[in-house]
């Protein structure tokens, strides 16, 4: 963990809970991988992969790249159809796998949407409760344990406006310091990403045509820069063709960065937003990451299979394509123009992370200890990609799962050991 001091953080601790979580529709009986979780894990199979994503595989193979078929199973570069939390066509989200019918019947839980966390409540530096709004007035609910999982950007925000937060700022802002923790708010990981784009030619949008599967979301590459050796599998490509849209889209991005980022409230106030610095460039390591894939990806598009459709490409931000960005062929000739584009059309993946990290209590970047209870304070917790200690070489939505359903665990225990119940 990046000489981050934390336990049970190693595979062996965390893995009984990814399976726990996974109905992994392909490989379930895997010792990596779970059949009865509440998570339905699948794959595009590659069998309805279209004529084009078989051309890209074409190219990937031309190139050494081998189909390691399991991104979670095996660790090394390599392509694979991406895991997804499908079930069929359709996305499974916490709330459709936890808050099925007969949990969101029982007589302990209630769901409030369109409510919003105003503060936390505190006697002394124990938690009393939190404070909300909804429907328009103000509700206090009382609570001796609060678990908070509001993500990477607002539980910072929630800690700092209750007074568990750098003490320069939270003094500064009139807030009364509970509890001097300078790493909340800061370590803010995020993948960092650029994408290209093509219009499709008349033979392309055919070949896009051909799949029984109905997302074009059919292949994930995964490669290492070697910009720092130590660091490898750090960049994560998706490439893939639209017949509907009409465009060729590439995405990519920094799957292990350098870089990280800040988070701070600028006042008491919960309606205002806080000041965030993603910082995703800061270190030039990632600059060349960037670079070293816009590079390869020439390359991939430069191999017979796809360079037969001779598809124009040119930069364009993550996602969504944009087309007028300049031709990756001429861009790459200047060096200067290359790094001006990125600096200025660099964006993330929705991956914010690591802005409340796990720790050693005398560890003074640590925010939480390995159950999740907030340092300096009684009662509160935190379940959410705030807690990781360094942003996963992947997506973060089941690492998040994982992280919730561990800290489930440490949490009911220390319960017990405290209160000497049943709980």
Not at 8 to 21: D, H, M, N, S
Not at 355 to 375: H, N, P
Not at 377 to 393: E, F, K, N
Request: net charge negative; proline share 6%.
């Amino acid at each position: 963990m990046g000489g981050i001091r934390c336990r049970r953080l190693g595979l062996q601790g965390v893995l009984p809970y990814f399976r726990k979580l996974e109905s992994d529709e392909q490989y379930g009986d895997d010792p990596l991988h779970g059949a009865t979780g509440p998570m339905p894990i699948s794959r595009v199979d590659p069998a309805n992969w279209n004529d084009f994503t078989r051309a890209t595989v074409a190219a990937l193979d031309q190139l050494g790249l081998e189909n390691i078929h399991d991104q979670n199973g095996r660790f090394e570069d390599g392509y694979f159809p991406p895991t997804f939390t499908l079930k069929g066509d359709e996305r499974y989200s916490a709330a459709r796998a936890y808050l099925g019918p007969d949990v969101r019947a029982r007589a302990n839980l209630t769901i409030w949407t369109e409510t919003q966390v105003e503060q936390l409540l505190f006697d002394g530096k124990v938690i009393t409760g939190v404070q909300a709004r909804r429907k328009g007035g103000q509700i206090i609910v009382a609570a001796k344990q609060v678990v908070l999982a509001a993500g990477a950007l607002q539980t910072p925000a929630i800690l700092q406006r209750a007074g568990i937060g750098p003490a320069a700022l939270l003094k500064s802002l009139g807030i009364e310091v509970l509890a001097d923790r300078p790493g909340v708010g800061q370590n803010l990981w995020e993948h960092a990403s650029l994408g290209l784009e093509a219009p499709l030619g008349e033979q392309a949008r055919q070949d896009a045509s051909t799949e029984t599967s109905t997302t074009r979301h059919q292949l994930g590459i995964r490669i290492s820069t070697n910009v720092d050796p130590a660091t490898p599998a750090d960049l994560f490509v998706h490439i893939g063709a639209d017949p509907h849209s009409g465009f060729a889209t590439i995405v990519f991005w920094v799957n292990k960065p350098s870089s990280r980022g800040w988070l701070n409230i600028i006042d008491r106030d919960p309606a205002h937003y806080a000041a965030i610095d993603f910082n995703l460039l800061a270190d030039n390591k990632d600059v060349q990451r960037i670079i070293f894939g816009l590079k390869w990806l020439q390359q991939v598009f430069q191999q017979p299979s796809l360079a037969a459709y001779a598809l124009p490409l040119s930069l364009s931000r993550f996602a969504v394509p944009a087309p007028g960005g300049p031709a990756l062929d001429s861009i790459l000739q200047d060096q200067a123009a290359l790094e001006r584009y990125i600096r200025v059309n660099v964006g993330g993946v929705w991956h914010p992370s690591g802005t409340a990290r796990l720790g050693q209590a005398d560890d003074s970047q640590a925010v939480v200890d390995s159950t999740g209870a907030v340092i300096g304070v009684t009662g509160l917790y935190v379940a959410d990609a705030s807690v990781m200690p360094t942003i996963p070489t992947a997506n973060t939505n089941l690492p998040t799962f994982m992280i919730a359903e561990k800290l489930s665990d440490a949490i009911l225990d220390s319960l017990k050991e405290s209160q000497h119940v049943s709980v």
